[in-house]
């Protein structure tokens, strides 16, 4: 059974930098590309992120570029979502999701607020 988890978030002020982590497992996790997704309420989910398999192929849209890092550690099963310079427009629940098939984990909260 495939398994996602999400870990990181949290209330966080404007302009911080928490690093989000989600944990594969069920699968061979170095053979896959991995993305990161957000979502508000009544909102569609929208892509943050995408690595390939070996970290070489990076995509980020134009709402996060300059300011999210993704990365992974195939050793440890992990990718990883840096972020910068957080923004209330940046509130959501951020979800990780694998090339392998359509699983989702249960995504962590991270509220940007003062």
């Known amino acids: 059974q495939v398994q996602l988890v999400e870990s990181g978030g949290g209330l966080v002020q404007p302009g911080g930098s928490p690093r989000l982590s989600c944990t594969a497992s069920?699968?061979?996790?170095?053979?896959?590309?991995m993305r990161w997704y957000r979502q508000t309420p009544g909102k569609e989910r929208d892509l943050v992120a995408r690595?390939?398999?070996?970290?070489?192929?990076?995509i980020y849209p134009d709402s996060v570029k300059g300011r999210f890092t993704v990365s992974r550690d195939n050793t440890k099963n992990t990718v990883y979502l840096q972020m910068h310079s957080l923004k209330p427009e940046d509130t959501a629940v951020y979800y990780c999701?694998?090339?392998?098939?359509?699983?989702w984990g249960q995504g962590t909260q991270v509220t940007v607020s003062s």
């Open positions: 999701n694998t090339q392998y098939t359509n699983a």
């Open positions: 069920g699968f061979t996790f170095s053979s896959y590309a």
């Open positions: 690595i390939s398999s070996a970290g070489v192929g990076i």
